[in-house]
């Protein structure tokens, strides 16, 4: 009964690499939620997915990143050329499909982007 | 204007004392509210679902006041194990579910 898992947990890229971090859902969730985190700063919404659909990309910049959930496999955020700026804790969440109003999004533990 | 704010604190609470904090939203649309609760460099958790008519959970306590839209979080007797980022959470079904969360208010418990 495994929960929300991220991979990788830390990730060191270069200016100007290509950084692919990797959610897969709890069983059972097929709305996966992307969030970013700046060092002491709060969650900044980035994007929302269903499975093979977007729902919401409002939170994503408009260069360079990228989001996608396949109908097979986890949930992948892409971010192209990265620079020092895109260095934050990035979170994931899922909540089950068509769930009511009031039910919670579960977190997986993030993956920590540092770009050098 | 944030459509969720939050005193960034800190709120230096002895031990034992009561603590409380507030958050506002910007959108009377807002249909569901959370507390979420974060430590340090961890991923956030739900601490509890606020409901209309207020709700309690052990030393916890949140209430809604839509009227002027804003939710609060007491902590009766706090522990040491309290201290973490508290993370106001709102939902609208016009924005697809999606989740917005405040910047958090941090709250540090000392003996």
């Known amino acids: 009964n495994a929960g929300v898992m991220q991979n990788p947990r830390h990730l060191v890229r270069r200016r100007g690499q290509e950084a692919r971090l990797r959610c897969s859902p709890m069983k059972g969730h097929s709305h996966v939620y992307w969030y970013r985190q700046l060092p002491e700063e709060g969650l900044k919404f980035m994007v929302y997915?269903?499975?093979?659909?977007?729902?919401?990309e409002s939170g994503m910049p408009k260069e360079r990143f990228s989001a996608e959930f396949p109908k097979e496999g986890p949930s992948i955020l892409r971010i192209q050329q990265v620079v020092r700026g895109d260095s934050a804790a990035y979170f994931c969440a899922s909540s089950p499909r068509d769930s009511p109003m009031n039910t919670e999004a579960f977190f997986g533990q993030g993956t920590r982007l540092t770009v050098v | 204007r944030k459509e969720v704010e939050q005193d960034p604190g800190p709120f230096n609470v002895p031990e034992g004392a009561t603590v409380a904090f507030n958050c506002t939203y910007s959108n009377s649309a807002s249909q569901s509210f959370f507390w979420y609760r974060q430590d340090c460099r961890k991923e956030p958790k739900l601490l509890m679902s606020v409901y209309s008519s207020g709700n309690e959970d052990g030393r916890f306590t949140a209430q809604l006041n839509r009227a002027s839209q804003y939710i609060s979080l007491l902590i009766r007797d706090s522990k040491l194990s309290d201290s973490a980022t508290y993370l106001c959470?709102?939902?609208?079904?016009?924005?697809?579910?999606?989740?917005?969360f405040g910047g958090g208010t941090r709250v540090l418990v000392k003996p």
């Open positions: 997915l269903q499975k093979e659909n977007i729902i919401d």
């Open positions: 959470v709102v939902n609208r079904k016009a924005a697809g579910n999606k989740l917005t």
